[in-house]
C-alpha cells in the first residue's frame, strides 16, 4: 500500500462572520493525496480552497474533523508541509539566494547545507545567473521560480500551493508549469494544488477534485488518464484535454452563469 | 548620494552649484555694504570669519560646539532607539496601540521645544534638559515611521514564515526588523535635523555651555557676527549628522532601488 502523505478527515471550517454568527466555508472534506500525487482544487471563487490550504499547512484548525500529514496529525505548522502563494513574497532585502535559504534558516540548517542547498535548486529553477540579485531586478515569472525554490528548499513532504501562476502572463505561466511539472516529476513530490484553470488543473495533475459553492464540500473526482506528468505542455494539448474540459465547465455551472 | 560622477551633466550642474556658493559668498561680503545695511544687521563674510578665529581662540568655540554636538549625538542615539522599540512593540500589539494612541497622538501635537523649561527645572542648567528635549523630538518621527512599517508588512509573509515554523522572534528578526529599516532611516533624516533644534531650544532656556549659550551670549553682547558664527556651527552639526545619517543609510538600505529609497 502507497503511504498516504495529506489526509483530510471528515474537515469543518467555520468562522465568526462580522455579524457573530458562524458561516461555515467547508465541509464534510474527506480525501487524501497518496505519496508522488499531484491533486488539483477547483471550484467557485470564494468556496473555501484557501481554507482548506490553510488547514494543510496547519496555520488555521479545523472546526471538526481532522488533517494528517504523514500519518501525523496536523496541529500547527510543520515542516512536513511548504507553502507557495499567488504572491511570490520573496523578501526585498535578501538577495535570491538568501530568499531561497529562507526556510532552512528557519530550521537552524549550518550555512553551508543551506548554500549548497539553494545553489542545486536555483540552477534547476533556471535561475542560476541570478542567485545574488535582488527581488525587485527579476521579473514577475523568474521571481516565481524563485519561490518555487524556496518552498522546495525545506524539502517538505507535500507541496501546498494556492494559485501560484494565477498572476502571470498566459505565456510565463505555461513555463512556469511545465518548470513545476518537471520538478514534481523529477523530485517525486507530492502536492496539492488550487487554482482557477481549468486546463492547469488538468494539464498538471493525476487528479482534479472539483468544489461546490460556499459551504464548499467536494462534489467530484476526475482522475486524468493523460500519461507523461513530468511534461505538462505536452499534456496540455493531449486529445482528452477538451473532454475534461467540458466535464469540469458543468460541474462548475460556467454555460449557466453566462446565460 | 548615488550621484555618478564621470557623467558629464551631472559634472556641469556641480560646478553651477559650487559657482552659486562663490556669488553668495561675494553677494554677503559686499551687498550690504552697498545697500548701506549697517555691520549689526547683517556682519560681512569677512567679519564673521575674523569672529570665527576670535572664538576659537578666546570663547573656547570648539568646545561648546562639542557640547553641543555631544547632545545632538546622544540625544538622537538614545531617541532612535527608544522609537525604535516603542514602534516595535506597539506594531506588534495592536491593542497597546490602540490604547496609547490617543496620548501618544496628544504628545506627539504637543510643540516638543516648549518642554525645555521644564526639563531645565527638573535637572538644572546641566546637559540632560538638552539632552531630553532631543530625545523626545526625535522619539516621535522614529516610533512613527518603524509603527507604520511593522504594520504594513503582508501579512501572507508571517504567515509564510509560520508555515515554515518561524518562531515569534525570527519574525521579528528575519522579517519585520529589516521591513522597518526603510522607513526608520526615512524617520532617521527628519529626527536629525530636530534634534539639532531640541538642543539648540534647551541651550537658550539655561545653561553657559553649547553654541545656544554663545547665541544668547552674542545676541546680549550686539555682537551680530558671533551669532552668525554660532548658527553656522550650529548648521554644521546639522549637516554631519544629516550626512552621516544618509551615509549608514546606503549601506544599510542597499539592496533598494536608489529611487525607492529617496521616495521613502
Known amino acids: 500500500m502507497t503511504k498516504r502523505r495529506l489526509e483530510f478527515r471528515g474537515v469543518t471550517k467555520r468562522f465568526a462572520s462580522r455579524k457573530g454568527d458562524a458561516v461555515t466555508a467547508v465541509t464534510a472534506l474527506d480525501f487524501h493525496i497518496e505519496d508522488g500525487e499531484v491533486v488539483s482544487i477547483i471550484g467557485p471563487s470564494g468556496c473555501g480552497k484557501s481554507t482548506l490550504l490553510n488547514m494543510g499547512s496547519g496555520l488555521d484548525p479545523a472546526s471538526e474533523g481532522e488533517v494528517f500529514v504523514d500519518g501525523e496529525l496536523v496541529t500547527k505548522p510543520n515542516a512536513h508541509v511548504a507553502f507557495m502563494l499567488q504572491k511570490d513574497l520573496l523578501l526585498p532585502w535578501r538577495t535570491i539566494r538568501e530568499n531561497v535559504e529562507f526556510g532552512l534558516e528557519v530550521l537552524h540548517r549550518p550555512a553551508r547545507e543551506r548554500g549548497e542547498t539553494a545553489l542545486e535548486l536555483l540552477r534547476k529553477c533556471r535561475l542560476s545567473d541570478f542567485v545574488d540579485h535582488y527581488p525587485h531586478q527579476l521579473s514577475g515569472g523568474m521571481r516565481q521560480r524563485a519561490a518555487l525554490a524556496r518552498t522546495l528548499a525545506v524539502d517538505p513532504a507535500v507541496l501546498l500551493m494556492d494559485e501560484p501562476f494565477s498572476a502571470l502572463d498566459a505565456q510565463t505561466k505555461m513555463v512556469l508549469q511545465q518548470d513545476l511539472g518537471r520538478t514534481l516529476a523529477e523530485t517525486g513530490k507530492t502536492a496539492l494544488f488550487v487554482t482557477h484553470d481549468l486546463v492547469e488543473a488538468i494539464a498538471l495533475s493525476h487528479r482534479v477534485l472539483v468544489m461546490s459553492q460556499r459551504p464548499g464540500r467536494i462534489i467530484r473526482e476526475l482522475i486524468i488518464d493523460i500519461p507523461d506528468m513530468g511534461n505538462p505542455m505536452a499534456r496540455r494539448k493531449h486529445q482528452k484535454v477538451g473532454g475534461y474540459v467540458a466535464e469540469l465547465m458543468e460541474l462548475l455551472h460556467i454555460e449557466e452563469a453566462v446565460a | ?264
Open chain 2, 1 to 264: 548620494m548615488d550621484t555618478d560622477l564621470s557623467d558629464p551633466l551631472t559634472r556641469r550642474m556641480m560646478a553651477l552649484s559650487g559657482l552659486l556658493f562663490v556669488l553668495f559668498i561675494i553677494a554677503w561680503e559686499w551687498l550690504p555694504g552697498l545697500m548701506k545695511i549697517p555691520p549689526f544687521i547683517i556682519p560681512p563674510v569677512s567679519k564673521v570669519w575674523s569672529e570665527f578665529l576670535r572664538m576659537m581662540a578666546s570663547e573656547h568655540l570648539m568646545y561648546h560646539t562639542a557640547i553641543t554636538a555631544m547632545q545632538v549625538v546622544v540625544g538622537f542615539v538614545l531617541g532612535m532607539l527608544l522609537g525604535m522599540v516603542v514602534g516595535f512593540l506597539l506594531g506588534m500589539s495592536p491593542t497597546a496601540e490602540f490604547v496609547l494612541s490617543p496620548y501618544i497622538l496628544a504628545l506627539q501635537i504637543a510643540p516638543k521645544v516648549a518642554f525645555a523649561p521644564l526639563f531645565v527645572i527638573w535637572f538644572g542648567y546641566t546637559v540632560y534638559p538638552k539632552i531630553l528635549v532631543a530625545v523626545l523630538i526625535v522619539f516621535f518621527p522614529v516610533m512613527v515611521n518603524v509603527l507604520g512599517a511593522v504594520r504594513s508588512i503582508d501579512p501572507d509573509i508571517v504567515r509564510l514564515a509560520k508555515s515554515f515554523t518561524a518562531s515569534r522572534f525570527q519574525i521579528f528578526r528575519m522579517i519585520e526588523f529589516p521591513a522597518s529599516l526603510g522607513p526608520l532611516f526615512a524617520g532617521l533624516r527628519i529626527a536629525a535635523t530636530l534634534a539639532v533644534i531640541g538642543v539648540v531650544v534647551g541651550e537658550l532656556v539655561g545653561g553657559n555651555t553649547g553654541l545656544g549659550y554663545l547665541l544668547t551670549f552674542g545676541e546680549g553682547a550686539g555682537n551680530t557676527a558671533m551669532v552668525f558664527v554660532s548658527i553656522i556651527m550650529l548648521t554644521i552639526i546639522g549637516i554631519l549628522l544629516y550626512g552621516a545619517i544618509v551615509i549608514i543609510e546606503n549601506r544599510v538600505l542597499h539592496f533598494m532601488p536608489a529611487r525607492d529609497r529617496r521616495g521613502a
